[in-house]
Structure formats: structure tokens, C-alpha cells
């Protein structure tokens, strides 16, 4: 089945520790998203790729880096810069500009 | 730029009752729309879009959305809400050609009571 897979369902992490969110996408899509979901806030960008070996930052890049060393994959990482970390993260992906995205199921990260 | 407001964060239905969740929406060119459906601690999925043909829209599960231009306005109906359609809606706008996706409103919270 086509689709987006994200791991793990839930992460904690200490504080001062980088921790690396995997997603992985088959629908062949160019173009793959990580949002950063708090209660009330709605979804804000956090990283986004075009194309392998290149992305820009969102809105809210701060404290986060990623890579896309392959078409599939877009790894978020939460560096210990980020100093409110806890919330839950969605990935995407879509095949063309402007259109809908399709979603993950995310990651719940929480720090300890 | 673009921008979503979503008006109520909480709407409260009865089982039966028509749904109506408010979405209005600024976009500095002609916008594509978007209305996502969440049920706890999962992803988003996508209920029904906007992209320049109908005005009104159909969606999944009997929900639909009209394209008023003039209000700049995407408000989400259902005629008959179901318990199974409690969850929190998302509206979302993007501008046709961007690469950099999709701006979300704050989201509305349903509950269908009995």
C-alpha cells in the first residue's frame, strides 16, 4: 500500500538530546513537509523539500534540521536548541505544487 | 501572503443536527482550499478541495464546502451530524504554483452529542 509512514508513534527524549524522527514516503512524491502541531495552534511549517538534496525552512526552523539524501526520505531531527520540543509532528508529502498534501500519523515527542 | 480563520475553536452539535464549521481565508491570488478531518493522535485526512472548478464542493462521509469568492469564505456542512463525525477540522489554503505548501487555520473541535 502507498503511503506515508512515520516512527515512532511516541518518543521521549531528556533534555539536551538530539533526537531524529524518521518518515518515509512510496507515492513517489517530490515534495515532502514537516509541521509542528500544538493544542490550539493549528499545523505551522516547520522544513520543506522540492527535490533530493534540497529544502527551505518554514516558519518555525529554529532548534530543527533535516536532510533529503533520498526521494523517500525526510528526516526531521529536534536538536537540544529547541527549547520547547514537546508537541506532535506530522510529515507530508504531495506530488505537485499547491495541491493537497497527504499525511503521516505522526510522531508524539515529549521531553523528560 | 496568505492566512486561514477558522471561527469557534469548540462547536458542539446534537446527533442529527446540521454541522457548519467557518472557515474565511486571505490570499493575495486565487487560492486552492482545503478542509482536513483529525481523530485523536492521528494524522490529517483529506475531507474535500477547492481548486477552481465547482464552487460547491463534495466531500467524504456527506460533508461539503462552498467558494464564495465575494466573503472569502469555505464554511464546511453536513446536513445530518454523525457520532463518528467528532473530531477537529482543519481549514487550509494554498496559492496555486507554491512550493510552499499549505497554511492551516487553528482548527475546530466538534463534539456530537447524543
Not at chain 1, 60 to 65: D, F, L, M, Q, R
Not at chain 1, 76 to 105: D, H, I, M, W
Not at chain 2, 2 to 16: D, M
Request: proline share 4%; hydrophobic share 35%; with cysteine.
Amino acid at each position: 500500500d502507498g503511503g506515508i509512514t512515520q516512527s515512532p508513534k511516541y518518543l521521549f527524549r531528556k533534555e539536551g538530546q538530539n533526537v531524529t524522527l524518521s518518515c518515509e514516503q512510496n507515492l513517489n512524491h517530490d515534495a515532502m513537509y514537516w509541521y509542528r502541531q500544538d493544542p490550539g495552534q493549528g499545523l505551522r511549517l516547520i522544513y520543506y523539500s522540492q527535490i533530493v538534496n534540497d529544502f527551505q525552512k518554514g516558519d518555525i526552523a529554529e532548534g530543527y534540521s533535516v536532510s533529503r539524501e533520498k526521494k523517500e526520505s525526510f528526516p526531521l531531527t529536534v536538536t537540544s536548541a529547541q527549547k520547547n520540543p514537546t508537541a506532535f509532528y506530522l510529515c507530508a508529502s504531495n506530488p505537485n505544487r499547491g495541491t493537497e498534501a497527504f499525511f503521516g500519523q505522526g510522531t508524539r515527542l515529549t521531553v523528560v | 501572503a496568505q492566512s486561514v480563520t477558522q471561527l469557534g475553536s469548540h462547536v458542539s452539535v446534537s446527533e442529527g443536527a446540521l454541522v457548519l464549521l467557518r472557515c474565511n481565508y486571505s490570499s493575495s491570488v486565487p487560492p486552492y482550499l482545503f478542509w482536513y478531518v483529525q481523530y485523536p493522535n492521528q494524522g490529517l485526512q483529506l475531507l474535500l478541495k477547492y481548486t477552481s472548478a465547482a464552487t460547491l464542493v463534495k466531500g467524504i462521509n456527506g460533508f461539503e464546502a462552498e467558494f464564495k469568492k465575494s466573503e472569502t469564505s469555505f464554511h464546511l456542512t453536513k446536513p445530518s451530524a454523525h457520532m463518528s463525525d467528532a473530531a477537529e477540522y482543519f481549514c487550509a489554503v494554498s496559492q496555486r504554483g507554491s512550493a510552499r505548501q499549505l497554511t492551516f487555520g487553528s482548527g475546530t473541535q466538534l463534539t456530537v452529542l447524543p
